[in-house]
């Protein structure tokens, strides 16, 4: 069961009006070994969606973007990335990828806006592993074992609790992908020493 690790970055926070403009993302085997990176900036489809706010956080501007790929020809990029990283068939369809990111269903719905708006066929299921779930689940389990929690369950707040930190103050798709890959691998790795008490 492959985990594919996702960050978009957007002109703006409605998904269907605003568009995607960059995709960060990592696959990542059962044991939550990296298999493949992958990176593109995206030119957006309705550039008077851009908002002046969106770019104060990705730090992306319409210039940044002259030279980038159509949202058409970046999603045929991402999925032939997926599938050559899976040796997959470019017919097959990829039902068993599990999605992952932090507050995921928001990448899916602006992933899921622009495949229907390109008529272009979802290829995954609905499968999705939600970093910030998982958070309200550990931070629980911290609390029981008197330690420590992070402040929020912002990707920031779980990062810096693991001593993980971005390199610049604004947001990058795949640098996110990969800070959230690492808070996964991070719980995942608690998850295996967690014993529970057996029914006597």
């Known amino acids: ?13 409605e998904a269907g009006y605003h568009d995607i403009i960059q995709i960060g993302a990592l696959l990542a085997d059962n044991d939550w070994k990296v298999l493949s ?13 851009f908002s002046s706010y969106s770019e104060k956080v990705h730090g992306i501007s319409l210039e940044d973007l002259e030279d980038a790929p159509s949202s ?7 999925e032939t ?29 602006f992933l899921k806006a622009t495949y229907d708006d390109l008529n272009i066929d979802w ?9 910030m779930s998982i958070s ?7 609390e029981n074992n008197k ?30 992908a990969d800070i959230t890959y690492q808070c996964f691998k991070k719980y995942f790795e608690l998850a295996k020493q967690a014993k529970l008490p057996t029914n006597s």
């Open 1 to 13: 069961m492959p985990y594919l690790i996702l960050d978009l970055e957007m002109s703006g926070q």
């Open 37 to 49: 990176k992958f990176e593109t900036l995206v030119y957006p489809d309705n550039e008077e969606t």
């Open 72 to 78: 058409y020809d970046a999603l045929e990029d991402f």
């Open 81 to 109: 990335w997926i599938r050559k990283t899976l040796r997959r068939d470019s017919h097959e369809r990829l039902h068993d990828v599990v999605i992952c990111g932090q507050s995921v269903i928001n990448d899916i719905n």
């Open 123 to 131: 290829p995954f299921s609905f499968k999705l592993v939600d970093l």
């Open 136 to 142: 309200v689940l550990m931070f629980q389990v911290f």
């Open 147 to 176: 330690m420590a929690t992070p402040k929020s369950y912002s990707l920031k707040s779980v990062a810096d609790y693991f001593g993980i930190y971005r390199k610049d103050t604004t947001h990058n798709a795949l640098e996110d």
